[in-house]
């Protein structure tokens, strides 16, 4: 069981959080109660550094939920996020894929489809930083394929520079990536084509270009695809609208470091963005205004930001080994757990209720104890007032009869 060291916060509702660091390690956060300080109860896997953890993504349905784990040495594994039992592992190195160690084999993108998925199977979609996009079906039952074998589609997504970022739209038809010289584009993923792309924005006032390279993305809401939110390099933050323009509809910057890191809230304009110097803080897109930064300034950069589902509460982890759950309406600080490693991403089982017991049900074999004990309290003190009673009389005896012997010696000597 890891060390943990908890900030003293006001606590946050019942969250199940699973981080995943450097390491290659999994570790299960979990928090009880309505004013709960998260502890971690589980790890899962081995430290090892060739596995460390890339990009995650969970399927926290009800009934059978699986996660997908895509590590360093281009191995994709597909466990359950109950008790991190390995399904199957499955190699994510094509035939033009020589060496598993290349960086440009890393996956930059990792998906896991929860609306088509079948009994006994999933579908996968993957990117690699070199700009192989495959979309896969998995079988996950014990007698399953192992191999590569069960990739359905794949195709190029850019001819150079480097993808860093990629995210499905919530309809699940859709997919968004951008990189390092590679401009954000808009993929439909039913006949893997390409559907719309960015155009760069002109130079400053200055005449100065700004290179491409965004390192985040995010769609805004679930019922529109064209509207995303992209992060940059150049500490930019940028509004794109494909029914619109193919320039960013709103740009604004956000203090002076990249920007590492976006997510999207429920009302479908609101995004949290983190930047490479521990900075965290919520936008309108609407207008590009700061809605106001988080209290309590993280240490390190920011790797990622996820909104829970039900609760109004974000959690943040990155390079400071800590995991920071904060509320979304007051931007205060709810809980910061140490995890020593860094950590690489984070998810939440939406699933997850608190099964602890009431206090009143745990009380309920305590208070017949202390009434016996509180019965045998006035037995102890009338047996002890009948004692000082005996002791009382015994002495007013002895008393009399020193009395009476004192009185017939006076009268002897008269």
């Known amino acids: 069981m890891p060390r943990t060291t908890t900030v003293e916060c006001p606590g946050c509702p019942p969250i199940r959080a699973l981080t995943f660091d450097a390491l290659g390690l999994i570790k299960v956060t979990e928090s009880r109660g309505n004013s709960g300080i998260p502890q971690v109860v589980e790890r899962w896997g081995d430290a090892d550094s060739s596995k460390r953890v890339l ?3 969970i399927d926290d349905r009800a009934n059978d939920p699986i996660l997908a784990v895509a590590r360093k040495n281009s191995t994709i594994e597909i466990s359950n996020p109950l008790n991190g039992d390995i399904f199957v592992s499955i190699s994510n190195i094509g ?5 598993p160690e290349d960086d440009d084999n890393d996956i930059a993108g990792l998906h896991l489809f929860k609306k088509s998925r079948s009994v006994g199977s999933c579908s996968l979609l993957t990117c690699t930083t070199k700009g192989n996009a495959s979309l896969r079906s998995v079988d996950i039952t014990p007698a ?22 990629a995210k499905v739209h919530g309809s699940e038809k859709h997919a968004l990536f951008g990189g390092k010289g590679v401009e ?44 995303f939110v992209a992060g940059t390099n150049s500490h930019q933050v940028r509004v794109y609208d494909a029914s619109a323009q193919r320039r960013p509809v709103i740009s604004f910057d956000f203090r002076e470091t990249p920007i590492k890191s976006v997510a999207e809230d429920h009302d479908g304009y609101t995004i949290y963005v983190g ?43 990155g390079l400071d080994s800590y995991l920071r759950l904060w509320d979304v309406k007051t931007r205060e600080l709810l809980s910061a757990t140490f995890l020593k490693q860094h950590l690489t991403c984070v998810v939440f089982d939406s699933n997850f209720s608190d099964k602890e017991v009431a206090p009143d049900a745990q009380n309920t074999g ?42 017939r010696q006076i009268e002897s000597e008269e």
């Open 184 to 227: 954000v584009n808009l993929w439909d993923l039913e006949s893997s084509t390409k559907i719309w792309s960015a155009k760069p924005p002109p130079k400053n006032s200055l005449g100065i270009f700004t290179p491409t390279w965004f390192t985040s993305a995010t769609f805004l809401t679930g019922d529109d695809h064209r509207k």
């Open 95 to 99: 035939d033009g894929d020589a060496h």
């Open 55 to 57: 990009a995650a993504s």
């Open 275 to 317: 930047n490479g110097s521990g900075d965290l803080a919520s936008f309108d897109t609407r207008t590009g205004k700061l809605l106001g930064c988080f209290l309590g300034k993280c240490s390190g950069s920011i790797r990622s930001i996820a909104r829970h589902p039900d609760h109004p509460v974000i959690a943040s982890c």
């Open 144 to 165: 399953g394929n192992t191999n590569n074998d069960g990739a359905s589609n794949s195709w190029k997504v850019c001819a150079a520079g480097n993808i860093l970022c």
């Open 366 to 407: 305590e208070i017949p104890g202390e009434d016996e004990q509180e019965a045998l309290k006035p037995a102890k003190r009338k047996k002890s007032s009948e004692e000082m009673k005996g002791k009382k009389k015994s002495s007013r005896d002895y008393g009399s009869k020193k009395s009476k012997k004192k009185s």
